[in-house]
Each structure stands twice: as structure tokens, then as C-alpha cells.
Nanobody, 114 residues
Framework: VQLVESGGGLVQPGGSLRLSCKAS????????MGWYRQVPDNGGRELVA????????QYGDFVNGRFIISRDGAKHTVNLEMNNLEPGETSVYYC????????WGQGTQVNVSS
């Protein structure tokens, strides 16, 4: 299974950006798919948002209603609409899929700067 990410780039503070991630064929019928981002201080990754095939959604604590995750099951695609972005959210955003196995995308850079 391969994950192909798109939609990163440069946005001004307070602006919006949409990320998309498409999983290739071979994924199971039941899975969790979503986004994590790199934490600058320790190099780890923190949860941004995930969604399951039964539409159970989880957001990171910092989201505070600003982001919306959605999916297109037929296309194995997950979209993340990010609004009111802050400079501290500049990071590499990674798509992840779990169906008993774990897969990661290559990452897409998001820069929030004026």
C-alpha cells in the first residue's frame, strides 16, 4: 500500500490549506486514516486528525474546531481542511493508514508565514 499526499505549501497566518491523501489498491476494507505532523523539539509526530471507515473522528487537542477531516471511501482518499492556521503549525505533515499494518506517506511541507 502506498500513500500519496498533496496540498502542502505556503499560507499566511489565519489562512487555510487543504491536504489530501490517497491510498493505493491493496488496503483492507476496515482502516483508520489520517494526518500527523512532526514535532520540532523532539522529532516525534503528533496527531492532527484521523477518521475510520465507520466515520469515527479524532482530532489533536490543539485543533479547537479549526480543522475538518473527511473521507471518500470509494477512492480511499482522506482530506483535511485546515483553517485559521498559526505560524507555530509550520511542519511536515504525514499521512498515515492503519489496517492492522501501518503505512506512512512521504510527508508534505506546510509553511505558515507572512
Amino acid at each position: 500500500v502506498q500513500l500519496v499526499e498533496s496540498g502542502g505549501g505556503l499560507v499566511q497566518p489565519g489562512g487555510s490549506l487543504r491536504l489530501s491523501c490517497k491510498a493505493s489498491e491493496g488496503i483492507s476494507l476496515v482502516y483508520v486514516m489520517g494526518w500527523y505532523r512532526q514535532v520540532p523539539d523532539n522529532g516525534g509526530r503528533e496527531l492532527v486528525a484521523t477518521i475510520t471507515t465507520t466515520d469515527v473522528i479524532q482530532y489533536g487537542d490543539f485543533v479547537n474546531g479549526r480543522f475538518i477531516i473527511s473521507r471518500d471511501g470509494a477512492k480511499h482518499t482522506v482530506n483535511l481542511e485546515m483553517n485559521n492556521l498559526e505560524p507555530g503549525e509550520t511542519s511536515v505533515y504525514y499521512c498515515q493508514c492503519r489496517d492492522g499494518r501501518e503505512y506512512w506517506g512521504q510527508g508534505t511541507q506546510v509553511n505558515v508565514s507572512s
